[in-house]
């Protein structure tokens, strides 16, 4: 007898978050829970080729073995590199931080 698992397909968008509860054959891929939950035909943004994947936060290729009770997660692009707003941060900082020291204080 073939075990059914229990999985969940998660996107979250800017203002909402889609949960899909599926039930699938033992043996199945991250690929074919994203094609099982109906998300990639409703939302024609996601792209399998552009688009990262992960179960539980682990990024996972398409064809990674579920288990039962798995999260499968759809990622969507960055707006920004973080690595890159981390740096502007910094310097803003270093500006501000030149400009509070300046003061000629007598001992």
């Known amino acids: 007898m073939a075990e ?16 899909v509860r599926l039930r699938l054959a033992e043996g199945a891929t991250l690929g ?4 099982a939950s ?12 552009k688009n990262k994947f992960g179960i539980y936060a682990k990024l996972s290729k398409a ?3 579920l288990r039962d009770h798995d999260r499968v997660e759809i990622y969507r692009p960055l707006i920004a590199d973080p690595k ?6 910094a310097a803003e ?9 300046d003061t000629d ?3």
């Open 4 to 19: 059914v698992l229990s999985i969940e397909v998660c996107y979250a968008l800017a203002d909402k978050q889609e949960i």
């Open 32 to 35: 074919q829970a994203l094609e």
């Open 38 to 49: 109906g998300l990639l035909a409703k939302y024609p943004e996601i792209d399998l080729k």
């Open 63 to 65: 064809d990674a073995m």
């Open 84 to 89: 890159e707003v981390r740096k502007q941060r």
């Open 93 to 101: 900082g270093k500006v501000m931080k030149k400009g509070a020291g």
């Open 105 to 107: 204080a007598e001992v």
